[in-house]
């Protein structure tokens, strides 16, 4: 294989989404897997809805995720140039020609079609114009649009497509199609294959909502001259209700910085979007990056659309559940000093941070890290779930005082008590405690599951979570017995 050259042309209209990330994560694993190049175009044609703030997002989002480009950005933009002379090499070559049918003409037309219940194709009425009669409407100043002239015939437009297979398209089912505005802006049709020509594009790997444009894309790189790429499009991502994701529809659930502020490490989230589509083969979900890179090839993407089963309403599985199992696994496993440093950052944007976590305090940091990593989902659970340990204004689940309190009122007066009896305790250690807790019970002739749970809402204001022993270890004497003694707030 010739030197592999992929592209990644995002439109600057808005954030960037999963959807186009995953199209970026498919070119850049093929790109690494053949030692070839990806190429980062913004396709920002579109002077209306493009903004610097887009472009912004894209880059950042796809640094975020780690998906680094070898070539760019350019900008679709500064090429116009070489896509009006495209268009007008195939003018002067005959491979296409100026419409000046009006809006209102073709309306009527389109119109006739309806009522006559058929297709509307562009009927050629400008096809047969003669030189003088262009010329004629030119001198004239009317308006027009330049349109390819697909070839007559009973041919076909094909292209062998490395995830469906062999694609054909009768010449007789495609109209003349527009490639150059009345304005005289290029399409995206045009502009599209001019760049991949330019950029020496050898695999076109994009959405299979981009199925419907290739057969007119091929009939350019032949007009053109020049060799078509080789093409992979990828099935459709699909909500829960097997409509396509969309930001307009979907909001910021599927907006990748929607991922980075909720807590997912960066390659879990490749992890996740590159299943969307894509199977190894076998069970296999986890992958490192030279593993998947080693792994990835075009003849596993599925043809099948994929589902993102995200819950937008649902305040802890936000998203697909996929997605979290994921993001917990490498969130349980990645070294200790890597997510630490993450949580630092969760830490900081909540404003409990200490100093001290970076300098005396740093072994007790990364043992609280290391204990309390193994039940979240997300980095900001550091902050959620895990806040107790860092700050003094967490928060008491609510079905945590309903199971651990409020069936209990006598731990009203029973929390105080133990306090006491921990405070007298000449060091706090787990055997120590556990002894003390387990005697002050027995003392009082109640179960010391009782106590325990009550405990574990009151300090640390979950339900569940790491042994209690351990967890009180980490807290230390003061905080306890502190939060104990404080323990009246939670039955009023």
């Not at 050629?124 to 003088?132: F, K, N, S, V, Y």
């Not at 505005?181 to 076109?204: A, E, K, Q, W």
């Not at 992890?271 to 080693?294: A, C, H, K, M, Q």
Request: hydrophobic residues 40%.
């Amino acid at each position: 294989m010739s030197e592999v050259r992929v592209r990644f042309p995002p439109s600057p209209t808005g954030y960037l989404h999963i959807g186009s990330a995953r199209t970026a994560l498919y070119n850049w694993l093929f790109a690494r897997k053949h030692g070839g190049k990806l190429i980062l175009r913004i396709e920002d044609t579109d002077i209306e809805r493009s903004t610097q703030a887009s472009i912004d997002g894209i880059l950042d989002g796809m640094k975020w995720l780690g998906i680094d480009w070898d070539e760019g950005p350019y900008y679709q933009s500064q090429f116009k140039d070489e896509h009006v002379a495209a268009a007008n090499k195939l003018l002067e070559e005959g491979n296409a020609y100026k419409c000046f049918c009006t809006k209102e003409e073709l309306d009527a037309k389109r119109e006739a079609a309806r009522v006559a219940k058929s297709d509307y194709g562009y009927d050629g009425t400008c096809r047969a114009l003669t030189p003088d009669e262009v010329a004629e409407k030119e001198n004239a100043g009317l308006p027009y649009v330049v349109r390819f002239k697909v070839p007559e015939g009973d041919g076909v437009a094909s292209f062998e497509d490395s995830v469906y297979g062999k694609v054909e398209k009768p010449l007789r089912d495609l109209e003349d199609f527009v490639i150059v505005r009345s304005d005289g802006s290029p399409l995206y049709m045009l502009s599209n294959v001019v760049d991949d020509i330019r950029d020496r594009i050898t695999h076109v790997i994009r959405g299979a909502d981009g199925l419907g444009n290739t057969p007119r894309q091929t009939l350019l790189y032949h007009a053109l001259g020049a060799k078509q790429p080789i093409f992979a499009h990828m099935p459709l991502t699909l909500d829960h209700q097997k409509a396509k994701i969309s930001k307009r529809k979907h909001g910021e659930i599927v907006a990748v910085h929607f991922y980075k502020e909720h807590g997912f490490i960066p390659w879990a989230l490749c992890n996740f979007l590159v299943l969307l589509g894509w199977s190894p083969g076998d069970d296999t979900e986890i992958f490192s990056r030279e593993e998947l890179i080693e792994a990835f090839s075009l003849e596993r993407i599925n043809r099948s659309n994929s589902i993102f089963n995200y819950k937008k309403d649902d305040p802890k599985f936000f998203t697909d559940p996929k997605a979290l199992s994921i993001n917990a696994h490498y969130l349980r496993t990645m070294d200790i000093e890597v997510i630490a440093e993450m949580a630092a950052e969760v830490l900081k944007g909540e404003g409990i941070w200490d100093e001290a976590y970076a300098g005396e305090k740093r072994q007790w940091y990364l043992d609280t890290v290391e204990l309390i990593r193994t039940r979240f989902h997300t980095l900001t659970d550091f902050a959620g779930a895990g806040r107790a340990y860092f700050a003094e204004d967490y928060e008491v689940e609510e079905r945590a005082i309903k199971k651990n309190i409020a069936k209990h009122p006598d731990l009203e007066k029973y929390l105080p008590q133990l306090a006491d009896k921990l405070a007298e305790l000449p060091d706090f250690e787990h055997d120590t405690v556990e002894e003390a807790l387990r005697t002050f019970c027995e003392a009082l002739g109640v179960k010391s599951g009782i106590v325990i749970n009550g405990m574990r809402t009151c300090v640390t204001g979950r339900l569940a979570g790491p042994s209690m022993f351990e967890a009180l270890g980490f807290l230390g004497q003061d905080r306890v017995v502190a939060r104990l003694r404080g323990s009246g707030k939670l039955f009023s």
